[in-house]
Each structure stands twice: as structure tokens, then as C-alpha cells.
């Protein structure tokens, strides 16, 4: 991981779900929010409270280095795909 794209520092903290985390899901959907510039990586369900789980970007990257694609993502967007094979789609939130 020494080609580092994101402007953020890789200790960031960064919100995901306990299924991301353990390797039971694939990340989907990826939201960089306007409100404070955080960074979500979901399943693409609507997440339960009760999995929420800060992890640190870096680690976010370790479990899935395809999302480094949307390293560029401006802050008030949301990219999202299929499955792990299928490219990210990139859209701007209303």
C-alpha cells in the first residue's frame, strides 16, 4: 500500500458494518458525505445500528483495495456497483 490515493491520512476513521468487516460481505456502496467529509463503505443495505463499526481507512483499503478507485470521490457523492466484479458508478447526491 505504498501508492497512497486518498487525501485523507490512513488512520482515519471511517464508518462500515460488522459483515464488511469480517469478510462475510463485500463493500457496494461507498458515500463520502458533505455534512463533515466522512467516509461510509456499506453493503448496499440499509444498515442495522447495531453493526456499525469504525475502522480505519487504511484497513477499509486492506480488506478491499478497489475502493482506492474512488479515492478521488468529491464529498457529497455516493458510488455504488453491483458486485465486486462490476465497475463503481459514481453519482451525486441530492
Known amino acids: 500500500m505504498n501508492n497512497w490515493l486518498f487525501k485523507e ?4 476513521g471511517v464508518i462500515t458494518v460488522a459483515s464488511i468487516m469480517e ?9 463520502h458525505d458533505i455534512e463533515d467529509g ?3 463503505f456499506l453493503t448496499g ?10 475502522l480505519l481507512l487504511e484497513e477499509i483499503v486492506e480488506l478491499d483495495p478497489s475502493v482506492s478507485e474512488l479515492a ?5 457523492w455516493f458510488a455504488e456497483r453491483q458486485n465486486k ?3 463503481w458508478s459514481r453519482t451525486k447526491k441530492e
Do not use: C, F
Open 38 to 40: 466522512a467516509w461510509q
Open 9 to 12: 491520512e490512513r488512520n482515519l
Open 72 to 76: 478521488d470521490l468529491p464529498m457529497g
Open 23 to 31: 469478510g462475510k460481505k463485500t463493500i457496494l456502496y461507498v458515500s
Open 45 to 54: 443495505e440499509i444498515p442495522k445500528e447495531e453493526e456499525a463499526r469504525i
Open 85 to 87: 466484479n462490476e465497475p
